[in-house]
């Protein structure tokens, strides 16, 4: 591992690549246009790095002219070095206020980037959420003999959640799991960092508080930013995901992907305000403010990153299918996706209750997005230095899961099937009931 030394709070050489909004503005104005986002900000961004690059031209000037005013002084004659001293002092003046005009466009320069959004990869459908494109669905939706109950319902029978006492203790959108709903925590934890292990995947414990540069270089701080918990006094954050810190922990570094991507299945507390979002998802664990969550997350070369975004769905499939859950591949419309991501996939499972698919997990390719906000490179074959790309998906967010397979395992007389990949960390138990034991089963 190296770290980046020198110059890393200039704007030009820590954070931004803008050849490509330079050489195709056209470009980065259809992606704006696609997601409904202002096209005007292409413009501004133009013209403030035009302004930028002019002030540092100017400042640069005024440093040579006054290294070549002091070289002059030791040159000049008695009768000459007043009026070169005089002309020495003037430069440096200028040169101070130069350097904080620069400051200032490198400043403005930051902020009207940050206000653009990652670009829109070609091949994502255009339009809004309802124009997003089912690519395959997986699995038989079943019917059900029996009048079919929600998860909540199932849960408090079960002894599993309870959002009476969680509202008591925490507010509206908190809850307890309780002794199987807590098992079912910690089986789908182990089932999807034991896959993601055995799939290459580093294990990490994340912080669930990061600094305000990480959560705005990962894009949380724009359309995201109601979504977020901030904890003023010490200008930290709660994360919305784990994503957040494993991206930012290797800020100001350069990579080794000489053996190829550098991947880990983090694991992190979320919490969410989900504001705006009342009366939706409100009944129940599907929508809260605060869940457990296994993130998976990649760093790779930009060439490898649409691999490595189809490796990221395929481990996705293959776990809600381990859970026995039919679900649906949806490729994200332009207008919905998140400011990192260039194409994002989305897995939804079936939910009886609600006669649908639901999302349960996601992933997205956020190109070098990211990566350049950071400061994270890595060498190409020849030595030289790019900027890594990003990639990140969800292995397993726990309470929608759970919530999910209350409903869709659910049978007449109460009880939940257990998907047998998750039995052997639910002590051996094929079904759970009201009342039963959760000592391991014979």
Not at 13 to 30: E, K
Not at 61 to 72: E, I, P
Not at 138 to 164: K, N
Not at 350 to 376: H, K, M, N, V
Request: net charge negative; aromatic share 6%; with cysteine.
């Amino acid at each position: 591992m190296e770290t980046n030394r020198g110059g890393s709070d200039t704007y030009h050489r820590r954070v931004i690549d803008l050849r490509l909004l330079r050489d195709d503005p056209d470009l980065v104005r259809a992606s704006q246009r696609a997601r409904g986002d202002d096209e005007s900000a292409v413009d501004r961004l133009l013209a403030a790095d035009t302004e930028r690059r002019a002030a540092v031209h100017r400042a640069d000037d005024l440093r040579a002219a006054q290294k070549a005013a002091s070289q002059s002084v030791k040159k000049a004659t008695p009768e000459e070095r007043p009026a070169v001293l005089e002309r020495a002092k003037a430069l440096a003046a200028e040169v101070k206020v130069a350097e904080e005009e620069a400051r200032v466009a490198d400043e403005a320069l930051r902020a009207a980037h940050m206000s653009i959004a990652n670009v829109v990869a070609p091949e994502v459908p255009p339009g809004g959420e309802d124009d997003s494109v089912t690519l395959r669905t997986v699995g038989e939706v079943p019917t059900y003999d029996f009048p079919v109950r929600d998860h909540l319902e199932i849960g408090t029978a079960l002894g599993a959640i309870d959002m009476e006492r969680g509202a008591k203790v925490s507010g509206s959108r908190f809850y307890f799991l309780t002794g199987p709903g807590a098992l079912l925590e910690f089986a789908l934890a182990q089932l999807a960092i034991t896959r993601a292990v055995a799939a290459g995947f580093t294990p990490v414990v994340a912080p669930a508080l990061v600094r305000p540069e990480a959560m705005a270089a990962t894009g949380f701080l724009t359309e995201h930013d109601e979504e977020v918990y901030r904890v003023e006094r010490d200008d930290l954050y709660l994360v919305g995901t784990s994503e957040v810190p494993i991206a930012a922990m290797h800020g100001d570094e350069v990579l080794d992907l000489s053996a190829g991507p550098k991947r880990y299945a983090g694991w992190s507390a979320c919490f969410r305000r989900e504001a705006g979002s009342y009366g939706k998802d409100t009944k129940g664990i599907i929508r809260v403010h605060w869940f457990d969550k296994v993130e998976l997350f990649s760093f790779c070369a930009p060439e490898d990153a649409a691999a490595e975004h189809l490796r990221l769905l395929q481990f996705e499939e293959e776990f809600l299918q381990a859970l026995e859950l039919p679900y649906r591949v949806v490729d994200i419309a332009a207008g919905d996706l998140g400011t990192s991501a260039s194409r994002k996939y989305d897995l939804e499972a079936w939910f009886p209750t609600q006669g649908t698919y639901r999302e349960l997990t996601s992933t997205s390719d956020c190109t070098t997005f990211q990566a350049r906000r950071l400061g994270i490179r890595s060498r190409d074959a020849d030595g030289k230095p790019q900027t890594v790309a990003t990639l990140n998906g969800t292995a397993c967010a726990i309470a929608r899961t759970i919530a999910c397979l209350l409903e869709f395992h659910q049978r007449a007389d109460g009880s939940v099937h257990v998907p047998v990949a998750l039995r052997p960390w639910l002590g051996g138990h094929a079904v759970l009931t009201p009342g039963m034991s959760l000592a391991p089963s014979a």
